[in-house]
């Protein structure tokens, strides 16, 4: 592997940061991970966007790079060969001595890596995961795609003790996103997913799904989800930018639609392949894979 460091292309091993940087000392920072298939970048203006509205949001000018995100990405994809991939990017405030205000002045820490994408089975049987719900204990910000997760982190693992995969969150009697992805409900005809605000991450494939279903004609809403419509759905699915779209098909150990399959996931992951295809100009889009 090799990662980019405030402006060097090099080894992990010979990357280092100071104990001092406040993203070690505060998770005084933010993150993106974007997507690439066969060297593309996928959504990257809307990835790199979100960056912008994540760093306003802390009150971070954004870096001042010669070079611009683009050959850093590039140059990492060129560098790490491979299948499909993702790049991690993170920024944070940087070195300074320890205060909780900001510092009058201090270079900002610019980390990125590079992760294989595993690619998501057609056959729900394969992809499905289970997942539980639990109260949504983070901060008042999750429209900023901090690098404090410690609150996700620990959802994830009290998932994994309890044999799944995810956790869906609840707030308020309703449901939020998981702890690492979006959530979407089916009803009937019906596909509906937690409305925008700041409890939630406004995700850049939750958006493309969105889209892409609504431009096929989908009845799609952002609307409140309350908890009961989780137990009621017919099908339950998760998005991010690493696991394109996945059905839930165990719920806090209970199958998810009387454990029958689910073919209007199968239908929406094909159309979401076949759009994400087209805007990466692969010529033959929408096969499932």
């Known amino acids: 592997m090799i990662v980019y460091l405030n402006g060097a292309f090099l080894p992990p091993e010979e990357a280092s940061i100071s104990p001092l940087d406040r993203g070690f000392l505060f998770a005084d920072g933010v993150y993106e991970v974007i997507p690439s298939y066969r060297g593309a970048f996928f959504l990257l203006d809307e990835h790199l966007e979100r960056l912008r509205r994540s760093l306003g949001g802390i009150r971070m000018p954004e870096p001042g790079l010669d070079e611009g995100w683009e050959p850093i990405l590039e140059g990492l994809l060129q560098r790490n060969p491979g299948g499909d991939r993702s790049v991690y990017l993170q920024v944070s405030r940087g070195a300074a001595p320890r205060d909780h205000a900001f510092p009058a002045s201090a270079a900002p820490t ?37 690098v404090a997760l410690l609150a996700n982190v620990l959802a994830r693992q009290q998932a994994v003790e309890s044999g799944a995969v995810e956790a869906i969150l609840l707030r308020d009697g309703g449901v939020t996103e998981g702890a690492a992805s979006n959530v979407f409900v089916v009803h009937g005809d019906t596909v509906s997913t937690p409305p925008l605000g700041h409890a939630i991450l406004p995700g850049i494939t939750r958006r493309f799904l969105l ?15 309350p908890q009961e419509a989780l137990h009621s759905a017919d099908e339950i699915w998760v998005t991010s930018s690493t696991r394109e779209l996945v059905p839930v098909t165990s719920l806090d150990g209970r199958p998810v639609g009387g454990g029958r399959p689910c073919p209007v996931w199968r239908r929406a992951l094909e159309i979401f392949r076949c759009a994400r295809d087209r805007s990466l100009g692969i010529e033959d889009a929408g096969a499932v894979r």
């Open 110 to 146: 610019v980390f990125a890596m590079v992760s294989p994408i595993a690619q998501t089975r057609a056959d729900p049987g394969e992809a499905g995961i289970a997942a539980i719900t639990l109260p949504d204990q983070r901060w008042g910000r999750c429209d900023i795609k901090s």
């Open 211 to 225: 889209d892409a279903l609504r431009d096929t004609g989908w009845d799609c809403r952002e609307a409140p989800v």
